[in-house]
């Protein structure tokens, strides 16, 4: 990670752009590892996307063969045969590197090319150094994913810490492999070195307003580690449509979801979802918002505000209700649940755009802030809601995340709370304020996919440097020596989706 030079904050950015299992079953994945192969592409060097941190290479090339090349751990390895995350990955990077044609290789004649004098790489060795290489265990923030490769004939070799990195390093040496015109799979001589800039680096997939097939999210996962990223931001429910299927509330997806049968996610479907991204180095993070964002959540008797017209209910909902014992009863019950389903240490509780209208229009809620001194500020009634929810997920050893309208509005939020910033029009500003109140933030304004443009629309996500904002200038006098100060960058698909 590239030191931020600060006395009093240093800013480190963890960035992405914003899909009953557990161990993996090869033969039950490799029915899923026929992508279209894209047409090859000439280099001399392979194409490695992101660009490694330090790459040396040279014009010597070695070739590879499918019928000799083997992917193994070398005898120094912590890690070794057994090591599932590995063992896997060892076999779908070499269907990566050789493709469909093992059955043409073994037909194919020999061909006098331009490579066949060349020497040839017949193993990729890869080193573990942890004493824990981390094979059983789920990625987390703090994962090191840093690797070295060095290209070299008759061996080459792939040494990380952990599991996490092996998996970036596998990635890279995949893309170096390339073929010239006799369909030669060639290598150059290459030194890598490499550790990512940013630690969160994530996709998020909104799944409530369009619900997407469990395959559609797997093939998601396999792009994000195709790019190297490692957090999979789940928006799973909200407003449209409840498509997670609660084991403790089956009636949140049998009357939120949009089919209580064809458009849910069961709890196999989601351990699936978990075990197949730990398989390739990426977190699942759950986003449950409340307490707005919830017109989905009906299944749940008296769990949202009714709203009035004068004295006479109008027949709409609004918001979660926050004046209920029984509500905090209910989130506890549900947060039980989703951190014994989700593994990460964080889950996302939103907390964004919440419309006090309802809140205000409705009697028993104007009674419950006079009772609790709030006045008419109805800030404080979402901040005392935004508190028992936070309660309730660290009682069950989580970390959250929430939107910044939760900073803005002013909620008393506690000091390890990720602030996520997703409006555009004050973007800088919004990081300033975040972390000068000493507050880890994710960054996802610049990155919203879903605003479709045409032509080269592509270039404005690739301009983002998300560190320039006024954060991490030194002054001793309006910066106190103790702050440390880390930005998250997160880009997203928000919103509308498709």
């Not at 490694?52 to 010597?60: D, H, I, L, M, Y």
């Not at 978990?274 to 707005?292: H, K, L, N």
Request: glycine share 6%.
């Amino acid at each position: 990670m590239d030191p931020a030079a600060s006395v009093c904050a240093a800013v480190a950015l963890l960035v992405t752009l914003s899909g009953c299992c557990c161990s993996a079953d090869w033969e039950l994945y490799d029915r899923n590892y026929e992508p279209e192969l894209p047409p090859v592409l000439h280099s001399s060097y392979g194409s490695l996307w992101p660009l490694p941190r330090s790459v040396v290479s040279f014009p010597e090339v070695y070739r590879l063969s499918r019928l000799t090349f083997q992917i193994v751990y070398s005898p120094e390895s912590t890690a070794s045969t057994g090591c599932s995350i590995l063992d896997d990955a060892f076999r779908r990077y070499f269907y990566y590197i050789f493709g469909r044609s093992a059955a043409e290789d073994s037909q194919r004649p020999s061909v006098d090319g331009d490579h066949t004098e060349a020497h040839e790489v017949r193993q990729l060795q890869v080193t573990i150094t942890a004493s824990d290489p981390e094979c059983n265990q789920h990625p987390h923030v703090t994962s090191n994913e840093a690797y070295k490769i060095t290209v070299v004939q008759p061996v080459a070799t792939l040494k990380s810490e952990t599991v996490w990195g092996a998996l970036r390093g596998l990635e890279t040496f995949s893309q170096l492999v390339y073929e010239d015109q006799y369909i030669t799979h060639l290598i150059n001589k290459t030194n890598i070195m490499d550790a990512p800039r940013f630690a969160h680096r994530g996709v998020l997939l909104d799944t409530s307003r369009h619900y997407l097939p469990l395959q559609v999210i797997l093939d998601t996962l396999d792009a994000m580690s195709f790019n190297k990223f490692n957090v999979f931001h789940w928006h799973i429910v909200d407003d449209p449509s409840f498509p997670y299927q609660s084991i403790t509330f089956p009636n949140l997806s049998a009357k939120g979801a949009y089919h209580p049968v064809t458009h849910i996610y069961t709890l196999k479907d989601v351990l699936t979802v978990i075990e197949y991204a730990r398989q390739r180095g990426i977190r699942v993070i759950p986003e449950f918002d409340t307490p707005g964002h919830t017109q989905s959540w009906k299944g749940q008797p008296n769990l949202l505000t009714p709203c009035y017209n004068g004295e006479t209910p109008s027949g709409t909902f609004g918001p979660i209700n926050p004046a209920l014992n029984a509500t905090y009863d209910f989130m506890n019950r549900l947060f039980k649940e989703i951190s014994w389903v989700f593994p990460d240490n964080f889950i996302h509780l939103g907390g964004d755009e919440v419309n006090f209208a309802c809140w205000k229009s409705n009697p028993m809620i104007t009674e419950f802030m006079l009772k609790q001194g709030f006045g008419s500020d109805y800030r404080k009634l979402e901040s005392f809601y935004i508190q028992n929810v936070v309660d309730i997920v660290a009682s069950n050893l989580k970390g959250y995340m929430v939107w910044q309208e939760v900073f803005d509005n002013g909620v008393k939020i506690k000091s390890n709370t990720i602030v996520e910033v997703w409006m555009a029009s004050n973007m800088k500003a919004e990081l300033y304020k975040v972390t000068k109140a000493g507050f880890t933030t994710i960054l996802a304004a610049p990155w919203y996919l879903d605003y479709i443009g045409y032509g080269q629309d592509w270039r404005q996500y690739y301009q983002v440097e998300p560190l320039h904002f006024n954060g991490w200038y030194f002054d001793e006098n309006v910066c106190p020596s103790s702050n440390l100060l880390i930005n998250y960058a997160h880009s997203s698909y928000r919103k509308q989706l498709l």
